[in-house]
T-cell receptor, first 108, second 116 residues
Framework: TQLLEQSPQFLSIQEGENLTVYCNSS?????LQWYRQEPGEGPVLLVT?????EVKKLKRLTFQFGDARKDSSLHITAAQPGDTGLYLC????????FGTGTRLTIIP | NAGVMQNPRHLVRRRGQEARLRCSPM?????VYWYRQLPEEGLKFMVY????????ESGMPKERFSAEFPKEGPSILRIQQVVRGDSAAYFC??????????????FGDGTRLSIL
C-alpha cells in the first residue's frame, strides 16, 4: 500500500512570511499532483510533477519533486490570506493516493 | 471546479434507503473516478470507469455499492440500504483519455451524503 505523509499537519503564519510544506513516501510515484481544497468544495489541481528533480513555479508557489520521486515540497513566498486552505498531495496514475493534508492559515 | 458537475450537492437519506449520486465529466473527458472523504479523513479512491466499463473497483465496498458510466448520460454511484457509516463527501473526478501518460484528474465539488 502506498502512503503519503504530509507535514506539518497544521500551519498558521503571518501574512508576508515564507513557508514550506512536505509530502513524503517510501514508495516511488510515476507522478505527483498538488491540490488545494476549500471548505465545501472539491480539490483544485495546482500542478503535476513527473520528472525526478523537477521544479515548477506557479506565481508565488514553487513545487519540487524529489530526485527519487518519493517526495515533494511546496514552498510559498510572501504568503497572503488567499493562500489559506487545505493543501493535498496525491500520487499514482488512475488510482490516486492522497496525502494526509496540510491545513494552512495565513493571518492578516 | 465548474467543469466536473456533481449533483445533488447535498443528499439526506434515512437508514435503509438508496442514494444515487451523479457525475458529469468535463467536456472531452472519457474517464471518471469516484473518491470518498470521510469526516476528518483524507480522500480514498473507490472506483475508476470509462464509458460502459469498470476499469478498477478495488476501493469500493463489496456490498451495497455500485457504479456505472453509461454510453449516454452521467456516471452514477449507487449506494443501497444506506447506513450511518456511509455519511461522507463523495467526489467525482475526470480526466481525458490517458494515451499512455499520466493525465491529471479534475474534481467536482462533491456530494455530501448524510444518513439519518
Amino acid at each position: 500500500t502506498q502512503l503519503l505523509e504530509q507535514s506539518p499537519q497544521f500551519l498558521s503564519i503571518q501574512e508576508g512570511e515564507n513557508l514550506t510544506v512536505y509530502c513524503n513516501s517510501s514508495s516511488v510515484f510515476s507522478s505527483l499532483q498538488w491540490y488545494r481544497q476549500e471548505p465545501g468544495e472539491g480539490p483544485v489541481l495546482l500542478v503535476t510533477v513527473v520528472t525526478g528533480g523537477e521544479v515548477k513555479k506557479l506565481k508565488r508557489l514553487t513545487f519540487q519533486f524529489g530526485d527519487a520521486r518519493k517526495d515533494s515540497s511546496l514552498h510559498i513566498t510572501a504568503a497572503q490570506p488567499g493562500d489559506t486552505g487545505l493543501y493535498l498531495c496525491a500520487g499514482g496514475g488512475e488510482k490516486l493516493t492522497f496525502g494526509t493534508g496540510t491545513r494552512l492559515t495565513i493571518i492578516p | 471546479n465548474a467543469g466536473v458537475m456533481q449533483n445533488p450537492r447535498h443528499l439526506v437519506r434515512r437508514r435503509g434507503q438508496e442514494a444515487r449520486l451523479r457525475c458529469s465529466p468535463m467536456k472531452g473527458h472519457s474517464h471518471v473516478y469516484w473518491y470518498r472523504q470521510l469526516p476528518e479523513e483524507g480522500l480514498k479512491f473507490m472506483v475508476y470507469l470509462q464509458k460502459e466499463n469498470i476499469i478498477d473497483e478495488s476501493g469500493m465496498p463489496k456490498e451495497r455499492f455500485s457504479a456505472e458510466f453509461p454510453k449516454e448520460g452521467p456516471s452514477i454511484l449507487r449506494i443501497q440500504q444506506v447506513v450511518r457509516g456511509d455519511s461522507a463527501a463523495y467526489f467525482c473526478a475526470s480526466s481525458p483519455p490517458r494515451g499512455g501518460i499520466n493525465q491529471p484528474q479534475h474534481f467536482g465539488d462533491g456530494t455530501r451524503l448524510s444518513i439519518l
